[in-house]
């Protein structure tokens, strides 16, 4: 990281947190089926190794009763998502149990931009996508009907982080279960960044599932929350690179240990 990236990051350390996770496995251990690779966040190399997509199909899932993209694997599910090249939000499901969604934004850039302007089209191009992504993994998870934010909120607790997260967030069950879709809702990764030149356009993808809400949040837009100083950096220096967010100003880091 140069000595310009470094300024963009102002860290502390919170001890007694409530996110206790082991960090993310080493990119050369085998992936299970909720584990995926973020490609913003890989930059020793130009692209992901390429593997065979696994099988994908749409189906009505029970849990929410709305149409869900399922695989086997987290990521042939994101992928199928992320294939459909246009804005919009996917439930996913893997993994028999496992399930998040794929938040899509997008935004036009001009045809043409002078050279000294470029840049600064880019950035506010990818950053338009950004937020139009969020806006709508927002929408979408507050879109769920009663009985499936009463399901999902269920499937969370499953976790005990978040199960006592939920219950010092709420005072009752209306309050849990929008708590749960706030974790989730904050609880992205930026999975990819997309230029078609053919459309004029920028497409940002986002991925939240239940074991990304664990390992980072988002309280504040200039704090991250995440299980280890590593996670943190590696996801906001992805985002700055990416441009999906300004590369100037004070963004903190805060590290959730436990004791």
């Given amino acids: 990281m140069g000595k310009a990236t470094r300024r963009f990051f102002h860290a502390r350390l919170l001890l007694g947190g409530l996110l206790g ?5 080493a990119p050369a251990a085998k992936l299970d089926a909720e584990e995926f690779a973020v490609p913003l966040q890989v930059t020793a190399a130009p692209s992901l190794p390429r593997r065979n997509p696994g099988r994908v199909r ?3 899932d029970v849990m929410t009763g709305e149409t869900a993209l399922h695989a086997k694997t987290a990521q042939d599910a994101i992928a199928a998502a992320v294939g459909q090249r246009a804005a919009g939000c996917w439930l996913i499901r893997f993994g028999g149990a496992g399930f998040g969604w794929v938040a899509t934004g997008t935004a036009e850039h001009a045809t043409a931009t002078p050279s000294s302007a470029a840049q600064r089209t880019s950035f506010e191009t990818r950053f338009k996508a950004f937020v139009d992504a969020r806006t ?3 929408g979408c998870l507050r879109a769920l009907s009663p009985e499936a934010r009463r399901r999902v909120t269920g499937n969370l607790e499953q976790n005990d982080a978040l199960r006592l997260a939920l219950i ?3 005072a009752n069950d209306q309050e849990r279960h929008e708590q ?3 974790i989730l809702a904050r609880g992205f990764v930026a999975y990819t960044v997309e230029d078609d030149p053919a459309g004029h356009a920028i497409r940002v993808h986002l991925v939240t599932t239940p074991k990304t809400a664990t390992r980072l949040t988002r309280p504040t837009a200039s704090t991250m929350e995440a299980t280890s100083l590593r996670e943190g950096l590696r996801q906001t220096q992805a ?3 990416s441009g999906l967010i300004p ?3 004070n963004r903190i ?3 959730n240990a436990t004791g």
């Fill in 247 to 249: 590369p100037v100003g």
């Fill in 58 to 60: 749409a189906a009505r």
């Fill in 21 to 25: 996770l082991a960090p993310m496995p």
């Fill in 136 to 138: 709508r993994l927002t």
């Fill in 180 to 182: 749960a879709l706030g």
């Fill in 168 to 170: 010092n967030l709420a």
């Fill in 239 to 241: 985002e700055v690179e």
């Fill in 253 to 255: 880091i805060v590290v």
